[in-house]
């Protein structure tokens, strides 16, 4: 029994807004049946005990430490900006 149709394909290649041809249709719903019981094998697979992986290599976050560090002047900082009001940097309007 086939896992997908042809008419599953083609309806899904309108949804992504791609045209196929018959015979492109037929070879994608002979892939994707073939995809699909590829699935079902590994459903049949005993994977209790197995703990979850996100990746295949123990990577972690490296990150340095937060560290409290002297800012910049306010005035320097406002010398680069193209315009400024009361201390801070002024930006046009973007909602009326």
């Given at each position: 029994?086939?896992?997908?149709?042809?008419d599953?394909?083609k309806?899904v290649?309108?949804?992504?807004?791609?045209?196929?041809?018959?015979?492109?249709?037929?070879?994608?719903?002979?892939?994707?049946?073939?995809?699909?019981?590829?699935?079902?094998?590994?459903?049949?697979?005993?994977t209790d005990?197995?703990?979850?992986?996100?990746?295949v290599?123990?990577?972690?976050?490296?990150?340095?430490?937060?560290?409290v560090?002297?800012?910049?002047p306010?005035e320097?900082?406002?010398?680069n900006?193209?315009?400024?009001?009361?201390?801070?940097?002024?930006?046009?309007s973007?909602?009326?």
């Amino acid at each position: 029994m086939a896992r997908i149709t042809k008419d599953e394909v083609k309806h899904v290649a309108n949804l992504a807004r791609l045209s196929v041809t018959e015979e492109e249709a037929e070879m994608f719903t002979k892939q994707l049946d073939a995809i699909i019981s590829f699935a079902e094998q590994l459903n049949e697979l005993d994977t209790d005990g197995i703990e979850a992986t996100t990746h295949v290599l123990d990577v972690r976050n490296v990150l340095r430490e937060d560290e409290v560090k002297q800012s910049l002047p306010r005035e320097e900082v406002l010398k680069n900006a193209p315009d400024e009001q009361d201390g801070q940097v002024k930006v046009p309007s973007i909602l009326e």
